[in-house]
């Protein structure tokens, strides 16, 4: 069962160590701790399962928009679902703090990350060329549109059963 739960700051050095793991230009503790400080148009949030820490996201609200900052799942708990449970919990949580549209960036290569967000109705919108600077990676600009809408409300309780019978 996957827990998703507001970071703390003793959260940050398993957040870190994800972080380490999953990104080329991972952020610092510092950076972790600036974002945990504003706590006007920020949610952060871990996934745990048990005492476990597998994964994170984090959303920044701007009035009707929410963009996602960052997302994370472990390396060794990646492809069972963890992914999926975090987004629809970072969907709710822009839902219920008056979002409307949803915006992330993610790296041109990472099909898998895509296909994850596809699955929440984003789309590709632009392209942000050399975003990921040490390794010269471009990233996509994807939006989920009208997640207020009933049309979503059901989007995202159909992921939740899939995920469900797979469970």
Sequence with gaps: MIELVRMRKRDLRWVTAIEQMVFPEPW?????????????GRAYRVARVGKEMVGYVGLMFVEEE?????????????????????MLGAMRIARDKGARHVSLE?????????????????????IRKGY????????????????????????????????????
């Design 28 to 40: 610092s503790h510092a950076v972790f701790v600036s974002e945990l400080s504003q706590r006007k």
């Design 106 to 126: 993610v790296a041109v290569g990472n099909g898998r990350a895509q296909a994850l967000y596809r699955r929440f109705g984003f789309v590709p919108v632009g």
């Design 132 to 167: 990921y600077q040490l390794v010269g990676e471009d990233a996509y600009v994807m939006w989920a549109y009208d997640i207020d809408a009933p049309a979503y409300r059901d989007r995202l309780a159909r992921i939740e059963a899939e995920e469900a019978r797979r469970a």
């Design 66 to 86: 929410a963009h996602v900052t960052t997302v994370a799942v472990a390396p060794e708990h990646q492809g069972r679902g963890i992914g999926t449970r975090i």
